[in-house]
């Protein structure tokens, strides 16, 4: 099994899925945090960042809500798919 690889290194002992179970805790706190600071800055900041979209890309206020709806669901559908499922699989085999 690929998360269950033990080598030396020095006197200690290293676990793959100990490895693994760190590398997603990480992953699903940085994404976890990359998404709140996301939406917050949506909250507080749309007008802002529409302005400033606006001047690159034409597009009405409803296509540009649309399209912001949309990217925080799929990012919460991989960041749910990809980081905290694993994370707590790997908790539970543990």
């Known amino acids: 099994m690929l998360l269950s690889v033990e080598w030396t ?4 002992k290293h676990y793959g899925y100990q490895y693994g179970l ?4 990480w992953c699903t706190i940085i ?9 917050l ?6 007008d802002w960042v529409y302005n400033m979209q606006r001047k690159s890309f034409p597009v009405s206020r409803d296509a540009y809500n649309v399209v912001i709806y949309s990217f925080f669901a799929l990012f919460k559908i991989v960041f749910i798919v990809f980081n905290v499922v694993p994370f707590v699989a790997l908790l539970i085999v543990e």
């Open 31 to 39: 994404n976890g945090a990359w998404f709140v600071f996301a939406a």
């Open 9 to 12: 290194q020095g006197k200690e």
């Open 22 to 25: 760190r590398f997603f805790m």
């Open 41 to 46: 800055i949506y909250v507080f900041a749309s």
